[in-house]
């Protein structure tokens, strides 16, 4: 599968091209996000694998805000151990997924690696990469699977919650006042 989706962010105002390319050996992940925020514009490109379970073993994000220009590499065993920017951090043990809130594919990442059933909920730790505020820290979330379209979002302790919509590959396609899609199509980029 391959596939290129067009997100449209409402809170932060944004357009997101993202590639999604999933093969038998995991997926990658590739977008591009511009946007503008307090006054500023930027820009943020990020690329993520998982192996075939979901499981995130390698990201990038370079961002332009602010007048500044950030790169940030994890990389990871895919049994939550975590290399940054080629340095071991045991502060991340444990997260199997990152969270990039300037963007709603970061929410597949938990929703495709949990496999939760209807009605079942799941307790996970993430890589928060909050590039505009330049925090990143282990945060703990919670997702509830409501149907196989619907996943309630939780951030633990409860700060923030939210029902997102997915499709049928547990693509986002609508995140109550944060982000809409606007397209999405079936490519075959080389």
Same mark, same amino acid.
């Given at each position: 599968?391959?596939?290129?989706?067009?997100?449209?962010?409402?809170?932060?105002?944004?357009?997101?091209?993202?590639?999604?390319?999933?093969?038998?050996?995991?997926?990658?992940?590739?977008?591009?996000?511009?946007?503008?925020?307090?006054?500023?514009?930027?820009?943020?490109?990020?690329?993520?694998?998982?192996?075939?379970?979901?499981?995130?073993?390698?990201?990038?994000?370079?961002?332009?805000?602010?007048?500044? %220009?950030?790169?940030?590499?994890?990389?990871?065993?895919?049994?939550?151990?975590?290399?940054?920017?080629?340095?071991?951090?045991?502060?991340?043990?444990?997260?199997?997924?990152?969270?990039?809130?300037? %963007?709603?594919?970061?929410? %597949?990442?938990?929703?495709?690696?949990?496999?939760?059933?209807?009605?079942?909920?799941?307790?996970?730790?993430?890589?928060?990469?909050?590039?505009?505020?330049?925090?990143?820290?282990?945060?703990?979330?919670?997702?509830?699977?409501?149907?196989?379209?619907?996943?309630?979002?939780?951030?633990?302790?409860?700060?923030?919650?939210?029902?997102?919509?997915?499709?049928?590959?547990?693509?986002?396609?609508?995140?109550?006042?944060?982000?809409?899609?606007?397209?999405?199509?079936?490519?075959?980029?080389?």
């Amino acid at each position: 599968m391959q596939i290129n989706l067009l997100w449209t962010g409402r809170e932060y105002y944004s357009l997101e091209n993202c590639l999604v390319k999933v093969e038998g050996i995991g997926s990658e992940i590739t977008s591009t996000i511009i946007g503008f925020y307090q006054q500023k514009i930027y820009k943020v490109e990020y690329r993520i694998i998982t192996n075939p379970n979901w499981e995130t073993v390698f990201f990038e994000i370079i961002s332009h805000h602010n007048n500044l %220009t950030q790169l940030i590499r994890f990389e990871s065993d895919g049994k939550g151990n975590w290399k940054e920017n080629g340095r071991k951090n045991d502060q991340f043990n444990g997260c199997f997924d990152v969270d990039i809130p300037l %963007t709603p594919f970061t929410n %597949t990442l938990p929703i495709r690696r949990l496999k939760l059933g209807e009605h079942q909920a799941q307790k996970i730790q993430v890589i928060y990469c909050d590039i505009l505020e330049q925090q990143i820290k282990p945060v703990h979330q919670k997702y509830t699977c409501i149907s196989n379209t619907k996943y309630h979002y939780e951030n633990v302790p409860n700060d923030f919650e939210a029902t997102i919509e997915v499709d049928q590959a547990g693509l986002v396609t609508d995140y109550p006042s944060l982000f809409v899609r606007t397209a999405a199509l079936n490519t075959n980029y080389r």
